[in-house]
């Protein structure tokens, strides 16, 4: 790591301890995620054995269920952990997924401008008008429900934003001195996009893939709610939100817990996003 890049890192999180609301955001989110890691490990319980004699029990510390149990006796503590283990999973990767798509695609777009500019910005716009839910529901009816549509779903709609986003600040760094002097010296477009516009870039597309993560994870509570997504044993939050709004009144806890855990990660990753935009960008403050 040179000397530039080191110091930049450092200034960055230089002004990130120094927002209060990030660092509890982020204290917060990695108390989750440690903890959707380790409670399934050490759990006497697991997430898919039904217990007949335990059906809606409330929260309680007898017996090491402190979340209660849900309509088939499962611990729920267990079972909000796995179900942040898989949100956060597919928000990581679908993010991950977007955000290399989008990145290639806006980038050759802005870079190369003319007739291919045109062409990939309106193929850009016919996805757009592509509704969310009746795609989905095709993926569903040609290729059967699977944990991998999930991905595949989100992702093929998720990286339009990202793509315009890119496209746009690469027009801009397209008239800079450094990439007229690539230029001249006959770097091709795949090498100057990969050295010299993607560096430039990774700024603006860490801070949207951040705020990316959050939006593709209510995506993904989304589709479980209408029972699209993720399919029973395992769950995620949207699964469990699903499945708590029956027992809203009865049972209020089976709904609160896991929609309580949902809305600190999005808030956190929000949070994280904003804070994480100032410090690359401290003239936007």
């Not at 040179?2 to 609301?21: D, E, F, H, K, Y």
């Not at 409670?39 to 007898?62: C, E, G, N």
């Not at 600190?264 to 003239?283: E, H, T």
């Amino acid at each position: 790591m040179n000397a530039p890049a080191r110091g930049q890192r450092t200034s960055v999180w230089r002004i990130l301890r120094a927002q209060p609301l990030t660092m509890a955001a982020l204290a917060m989110l990695s108390f989750i995620v440690a903890a959707a890691i380790l409670v399934p490990l050490l759990s006497p319980y697991d997430y898919a054995t039904p217990q007949w004699t335990r059906i809606f029990t409330p929260p309680t510390l007898r017996g090491g269920q402190v979340f209660g149990t849900d309509g088939l006796g499962r611990d729920l503590l267990v079972r909000v952990m796995w179900g942040c283990r898989v949100s956060l999973s597919v928000g990581a990767a679908a993010s991950l997924v977007s955000v290399c798509i989008g990145v290639l695609w806006g980038a050759t777009a802005g870079y190369r401008g003319g007739k291919l500019d045109a062409w990939m910005m309106r193929t850009v716009d016919v996805l757009y008008s592509v509704p969310f839910i009746p795609f989905v529901i095709v993926l569903t009816v040609v290729f059967g429900r699977h944990f991998l549509l999930v991905f595949v779903a989100i992702g093929a709609v998720s990286w339009l934003d990202v793509a315009r986003v890119v496209r746009g600040q690469t027009k801009s760094l397209a008239q800079r001195e450094f990439i007229e002097a690539a230029r001249v010296l006959g770097v091709r477009t795949p090498a100057m996009i990969w050295r010299h516009l993607v560096p430039n870039l990774l700024g603006l597309v860490s801070v949207y893939a951040t705020l990316t993560v959050p939006a593709i994870i209510l995506f993904e509570a989304l589709l479980s709610f209408l029972g699209l997504g993720v399919q029973a044993p395992l769950a995620s939050l949207g699964t469990l939100v699903a499945d708590g709004a029956g027992e809203m009144q009865a049972n209020p806890y089976v709904l609160l817990i896991p929609a309580t855990f949902l809305a600190l990660i999005i808030l956190c990753l929000n949070q994280l996003g904003d804070g994480l935009r100032d410090a690359l960008d401290p003239r936007g403050r």
